[in-house]
């Protein structure tokens, strides 16, 4: 085996090992820590004061069934980007309109309605109550009660005040109010005038009815998740279904954190006081239809005669915009909030990239120009390595004759063939595993820019020009409509099939990549040279067109770079 071959799958090996090696010995253990905890946790949950149905605001009859009916009247949302409703039976939060934001980019297309309805087939919804002691005999208000409410409207301007009485001696209330930003907040209060203390505790839960459709990548989370002692803690919707009834309970031992259940660009999140201890849990519960529940509850409160208790929970709805959940994170201490955003092991370059893209964004005002000036900045980064690595490759070139007649006229003598040719690259200060160099340190940056195109909502629906109207989205075009002449979609091909024009121009800038490249005198590593620009046009045409313009804009900078290096070494070596 030549030591070109060698150096090709070195270079892929390193590479496939950094990977690998990354899950095996940082991903795998840390999951493997989080099981044994959810373990032990399960096992010890029996000893935690755990909410009964009724105090948990689950329903007697299953909330996918047509027979529940809204026995109170709707107060409208009305924001700069939410639109929707609140029923005052049972004060959920479950309508909520992200009028911002469409489903598709046909014209007319409907807007995401994040949370549903509890009357509506599929309901997806907040609720927010108090639990008492397993001992008391509590008349507490549940998902069937109606509250009185001061305003038939809930906006910035107007917060919405909910009230209750129980007829004990404990009189409830619950100020809603809500911003432009997605951030709704929940503050509960209760009032004693009976004549004997009673303990309380403040719950809080997400409900999901069906199973959403999910992309079903390895790379993207969609389902429950949640931050405990500043550690992300990510379920798959099977994996509540497989853990029973009882789910996961999670007690940190730390206060703070938030649970939530994200979708790819839209989340539901559930933020208590960050002051205190709570007790969080995901669920999957068994009815009609499958649901699944994320909730919290917080450690006993005494409410002493005459005395009055509260509890503040903040719920976020709506799209996960980087800086939306930077800047809650801040203001509201909400630990690893931005963890909502699945931007991977590569999270150190991921959302540095994010925030280069959107810089330039706002100075250029168009996310695939900005992808392109970022490809210089991190060409410009790369340059020292690259530079050495290219002059190596164009003095490889220039050698290749010398090797191929070494090769000829020592095939036979593999030792001595090495040693020949170990003698001229000494002689010539030229290193053969130098043109790996600069592959391998494009592997992060390639994973974490897809990163950012993937799962960045900011990049969703980003025009580029021509044909590219969505950066996030693969290359509309293809063969089978004449790349675009045809207004007709070839969803139903393969996405290996549907090859667009971007991967077609990727294809081409890196067969004259490869052209300029030192010719491998090995006919296997020939032949694979020869048909990678093949391989590498149909694995891109799946990709987002933004990451393919970054691959073609790339190639095309290196093709330059290594073009006029080249050029200089022939003219050194002549003269």
């Known amino acids: ?17 950094i990977l690998i090696g990354w899950q095996l010995y940082f991903v795998e253990p840390e999951l493997e820590a989080q099981r044994a905890a959810y373990n032990e946790q399960a096992a010890q949950q029996q000893d935690i004061p755990q909410p009964s149905a009724q105090q948990t605001g689950q329903l007697a009859n299953d909330p996918a069934s047509p027979a529940i009916s809204d026995e109170g009247r709707r107060i409208t949302i009305s924001t700069a980007n939410v639109s929707g409703s609140l029923s005052t039976m049972g004060a959920r939060i479950d309508d909520i309109l992200l009028t911002s934001y469409a489903e598709t980019q046909d014209e007319g297309a409907d807007n995401i309605h994040l949370m549903l309805p ?3 087939p599929n309901p997806y919804i907040a609720e927010f109550g108090w639990v008492g002691a397993a001992s008391q005999q509590l008349y507490l208000p549940d998902a069937n009660t109606v509250w009185q409410a001061n305003s038939d409207i809930l906006s910035p301007e107007s917060p919405v005040i909910l009230r209750w009485d129980n007829g004990q001696g404990l ?11 997605y951030l709704i907040t929940i503050k509960d209060s209760v009032a004693s005038t009976a004549d004997t203390a009673v303990q309380l505790s403040a719950y809080g839960l997400l409900r999901r009815t069906g ?3 999910t992309d079903g990548l390895y790379i993207l989370h969609e389902g429950p998740l949640g931050v405990f002692d500043e550690t992300l803690n990510e379920e798959d919707y099977s994996d509540l279904v497989d853990a029973g009834n009882r789910g996961l309970a999670f007690n940190p031992e730390t206060a703070g954190g938030w649970i939530g259940i994200t979708d790819k660009y839209w989340l539901a999140a559930l933020m208590p006081e960050q002051n205190q201890k709570v007790s969080f849990a995901m669920r999957a519960l068994q009815g009609e239809k499958q649901r699944y529940q994320t909730d919290f509850l917080s450690q006993q409160q005494t409410l002493q005669p005459g005395a009055e208790i509260s509890w503040t929970t903040y719920l976020f709805a709506g799209a996960k915009r980087v800086a939306l959940l930077d800047r809650y994170s801040e203001e509201l201490a909400i630990p690893n909030f931005d963890l909502a955003i699945d931007f991977g092991w590569f999270y150190f370059l991921t959302k540095p990239f994010f925030y280069g893209l959107s810089g330039l964004y706002d100075m250029i005002g168009n996310f695939g120009l900005s992808i392109i000036v970022f490809t210089i900045f991190v060409r410009l980064a790369l340059f020292p390595l690259a530079n050495k690595s290219y002059k190596s490759m164009g003095k490889m070139r220039e050698l290749a004759p010398r090797i191929q007649k070494m090769r000829e006229d020592f ?8 040693r020949e040719m170990m003698a001229l690259y000494k002689a010539e200060n030229v290193n053969p595993a130098a043109g790996c160099l600069p592959i391998i340190l494009q592997i992060p940056v390639f994973f974490a820019l897809y990163k950012v195109l993937y799962v960045s909502i900011e990049m969703r629906h980003a025009p580029f020009y021509g044909w590219i109207k969505d950066l996030s989205a693969v290359d509309p075009t293809s063969i089978f409509n004449l790349f675009g002449l045809f ?10 099939l549907s090859i667009g024009i971007w ?4 294809g081409i800038s890196m067969a004259v990549q490869m052209r300029l490249n030192p010719p491998p005198p090995d006919p ?17 045409a799946g990709f987002p067109a933004g990451l393919v313009i970054y691959w073609t804009w790339n190639n095309t900078l290196s093709i330059l770079q290594q073009w006029w290096i080249t050029r200089n070494i022939k003219k050194t070596m002549a003269s």
């Open 1 to 17: 085996m030549s030591p070109e071959t060698r150096n090709l799958i070195a270079a892929m090996s390193l590479s496939l090992a």
């Open 118 to 120: 509890f009357t509506s």
């Open 171 to 181: 009189a409830f209330s619950r100020l809603i109010s809500i911003n432009d930003d």
């Open 211 to 213: 199973t959403p459709k």
């Open 411 to 418: 095939g036979e003598d593999k030792p001595r063939l090495q």
């Open 487 to 496: 207004p007709y979609s070839v969803d139903f091909l393969p996405q290996f």
């Open 503 to 506: 991967p077609i121009l990727m």
């Open 524 to 540: 296997v590593q020939a032949k694979i040279f020869q048909w990678m620009p093949v391989f590498f046009t149909f694995l891109l």
